[in-house]
């Protein structure tokens, strides 16, 4: 048993990791709009997806004849970074008009919300079934559609008996620029302290002359060109995706952001590795069909002893 | 919740469907003996809902069997019926009923289904219609004591034993990884796999993942700490394709196995072609390869010719099971329990295999067949008895 622990246990790590940062991505946008709204965007797990299938039309639309390297695969991931962060982006931002403004503007309860935000989600998962997957892919909605490979898995240096190949450090270091990105953009810019202020006190950042409108557009903007690239780094390093891809990743992302403390951004990243390494790890002693088991076990047992999460709620919390 | 009030409705229309079939066929009941030139036979199974791809190419192929037969002017026609149960079991019945007491079928290719064979296996046992499954591979279909009911392929319970059996054979493997989902079929799968192995001498180790998962690291990982020579995965092609990927790209070189669930060409489009290349699938059923020759070459062609599509998954299962109604009524034999008789003691060469059953309806030949992914396609490589590994 400890044998085994320590055979795969670095391995597992590496696959951990990279694992996480892609749920750290995703729990970003459930984050921030709930930080905002005090609504848990159940659409969000579609705006992943839909990152992914642009990502897998602008890869098949490359078609790179061999993995690339050096200039032209940095070129061609910021392409695809950039490309499924704005697609994503922009849904996000269409999906708050249509299901979620209108509600806002006739002050319906969260409730209501909630309800909408379900509806919206598989609204979105059967769109992209029926209609939009077999017009982008030609094949049949509902089957997995695989991308052409884009980097390959050369192992650049080894951690004890775990390889590191050059997939694993793209996830994890585009991951982290954009994590930063976000942490400073929200902490250090003017539009930053609106969504800030928003999330403290709505009323009064309206008094301070915040145009919530902008703001809230702002946030699910933000929040969705995150999965939008998570979803970009999930086409790369699996190569497959399916309508229904956002729902298991989804629900994983949204308890990574209420693991690190949901309103707080550095917890969605604690909460998206600490829940990607543990999986891992426990699947080791008790087989992999236990992730689930151990990562909702984890997730109880700290609620139970920090009900705000790890890091707490810490985007409404003042610290302007 | 809703679902069970949808079931209390559709069996309410089933009842009414039934009264007004009985009206309706009350003055017909003299047609069971005398100068009959047409009857009919049903094929059910789901033709439009999501697996629906399993279902259509064992359609198409009672529909040539029963053509061909047509084209020869015999003296008693068959009119094929098709009845789309999109799988669910409801739905099924009630659409027997309708095909018993409306058309007034004289025999059932199908369902195609285990499911919805359960669902409806008594109720073709009263009215004393037989049926012949193409496709249904529930081991415990056979035990319900139904003799009206038939099937052409062997069951599931044949397929572990028979893919671990051929690689021993074919490996003679030191060691085995066993993994599967966490669906019925697969965890079934992987368990006759695992047991066969056992007995055969070979150290297994195991894992399962959830259905759904994407991300297969740890699997791999511990695969790759066992290195093992053989690895079979029970479960279904979507995920399989995405496992053997990552096995491959994990540095793990052992022969890949896998069942019926996962024998499609979409795990080749999901894991890469050059991931899946030699890769192995057992499945009861005999899917002809461009190459082949004989009869099922001759099947192969006629299918092409019709279809426009090479023949997929149960195409030839679908054809013998047609075929077997077909000598029935050649045989003069034009009422339910007549057919029922003459199944018993029929004995043909199909495309698929030799079709002759056993007393509970399970077919006497229970081969697998053996595919092997060779330059991005899956290859016919034959019955596990006779088949070759390639590389």
Known sequence: ?320 | MSGARLGRVLALAAASSLVLAACAGGGGGGDAGGDVTSVKIGFMGDLTGEAAAIVIPPRNGAVMAVKEYNDKNPKVKIELVQYDSQGKPDQATSLVTKAIGQDKIIGLIGPAFSGESKAVGGLLEENKIPSVSPSATNPGLAENGWTYWHRVVANDSDQGPGIAEFLVKAKSPKKAFVISDDQEYSVGLADAVAKSFKDAGVTVETDKFAKGASDYSSTVTKVASANPDVIVYGGYYAEAGRLLKQLRDGGVKATFASGDGSLDQQVITGAGAAAAENAVFGCPCNIPSPDVTGTLKTFFDNYKKANNVDPAIYATEGYDAATAFIKAVEAGNTTGEKINEYLKTINFEGVSKPIKFKANGEPENNAIFVYQVKGGVLKLLGPAEEAKLEG
């Open chain 1, 1 to 320: 048993m400890l044998d085994e622990f320590l055979n795969q246990f670095l391995p597992s790590t590496v696959g951990g990791l990279v694992v996480g940062s892609i749920y750290a991505l995703v729990a970003l946008g459930y984050t921030m709009v709930y930080g905002v709204l005090r609504l848990i965007n159940f659409a969000h797990s579609e705006i992943f997806m839909i990152g992914t299938f642009t990502s897998l039309v602008v890869i098949t639309a490359i078609a790179p004849a061999s993995p690339l390297t050096g200039f032209a695969l940095f070129g061609v991931m910021l392409l695809l970074i950039l490309l499924s962060a704005a697609i994503s982006g922009g849904a996000a931002m269409l999906l708050e008009v249509v299901a979620y403004r209108p509600l806002r503007k006739k002050g319906a309860t969260r409730l209501t919300a909630l309800i909408s935000a379900i509806g919206a989600s598989l609204f979105l998962q059967e769109l992209f079934a029926l209609v939009v997957i077999p017009w982008l892919t030609g094949k049949a909605g509902r089957n997995q559609q695989s991308s052409p490979r884009l980097v390959d898995r050369d192992t650049v240096f080894t951690i004890g008996n775990a390889a590191v190949r050059t997939d694993h450090i793209i996830v994890v270091v585009a991951a982290v620029v954009m994590m930063v990105a976000l942490d400073r953009l929200v902490n250090r810019t003017r539009i930053g302290r609106g969504i800030r202020a928003t999330a403290q006190d709505p009323e009064a950042a309206v008094l301070m002359g915040v145009s919530i409108d902008n703001i809230v557009r702002v946030t699910f903007l933000l929040g969705g060109a995150m999965a939008g690239v998570a979803g970009a780094l999930y086409l790369m390093e699996f190569e497959n995706t399916v309508y229904n891809v956002g729902f298991v990743l989804g629900i994983k992302a949204f308890t990574a952001a209420v693991l690190g403390g949901i309103g707080n951004l550095r917890g969605a990243l604690v909460g998206g590795v600490v829940l990607g390494l543990i999986e891992n790890w426990g699947a080791i002693f008790l087989g992999s069909e236990w992730k689930d088991v151990i990562a909702f076990t984890v997730l109880v047992v700290v609620l139970m002893f920090r009900p705000t999460g790890i890091l707490g709620e810490s985007l409404q919390k003042a610290r302007a």
